[in-house]
């Protein structure tokens, strides 16, 4: 069901950026895995998933400080337990990118139905490139994007508008005309900096989603070609 349609796109979409954890697939289950195994590495006791989804969307470096942590506002400022944290997590992390890692419903199907209708489509996610790009691989989606922009393919992550501006340009689409497609905030930040039109889903790892004024929230992947169409029609 379409739940909601804000303020319509100042152009029709030409293509759609997607992130990736909390969005495509459900991920949280092997960052839990690897981020309690770090935190065993420094004799701490393992966190429930829900608290490590919740620290989840701003990148390892940040998951690793939060989770070590334990706390939302921590940090990476580069400490010798956090760096140590960062090595065992990334080898932790490495070693099981899939175990449990799957695609929320309809993912696969939606995403070949989109570019079955031409649409280029990019993955701008603030996961570095080192799980990224091996990730796709072992999902067997690599090939379905143009474009992938990674959490340190650039200087900047989002909520900076560059990723998507960066996909934009390589897309060969205005901003304006990029769809972003994700769970959490910075996503919708993202987004916004860069002048591009927004759908959040609201199953993902973010919260209060529905409260952020995105273009339109769905609650199921395979919604978005009729949201697409419906925000197509609106312009
Ligand atoms: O790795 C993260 O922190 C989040 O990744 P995402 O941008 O694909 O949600
Ligand atoms: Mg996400």
Do not use: W
């Not at 996610?125 to 690599?142: A, D, F």
């Not at 929230?217 to 395979?222: E, G, K, T």
Request: glycine share 6%; aromatic share 6%; charged share 20%.
């Amino acid at each position: 069901m379409l739940a909601a349609l804000y303020p319509c796109p100042a152009m029709p979409i030409q293509a759609i950026a997607f992130d990736l954890d909390g969005t495509l697939i459900d991920s949280v289950h092997d960052l839990a895995r690897a981020a309690n195994l770090a935190r065993a590495d420094a004799g701490l006791a393992p966190l429930e998933v829900d608290a490590v989804a919740s620290y989840v969307g701003d990148g390892a470096a940040s998951l690793v400080a939060r989770t070590l942590a334990d706390d939302h506002h921590a940090e990476f400022t580069g400490s010798e337990l956090q760096r140590a944290a960062m090595g065992n997590f990334d080898r932790h992390y490495k070693a099981g990118l899939k175990i449990a890692t799957e695609f929320y419903p309809q993912v696969q199907h939606t995403l070949a139905e989109l570019h079955a209708a031409g649409y280029p489509l990019a993955i701008v996610t603030n996961k570095p490139e080192r799980y990224t790009l091996p990730l796709l691989e072992l999902l067997g989606i690599h090939e379905r994007f143009d474009c992938v922009v990674a959490g340190d393919t650039l200087p900047q992550k989002k909520p900076a508008a560059e990723p998507l501006l960066h996909a934009a340009a390589a897309l060969n689409v205005p901003a304006q005309a990029l769809l972003m497609v994700g769970d959490s905030k910075n996503d919708l930040l993202a987004a916004r900096a860069a002048g591009s039109p927004v759908v959040m889903v609201d199953y993902g790892y973010g919260e209060n989603v529905a409260a952020l004024g995105a273009d339109a929230l769905i609650s199921a992947f395979d919604e978005l070609p009729a949201v697409l169409a419906a925000l197509n029609t609106t312009v």
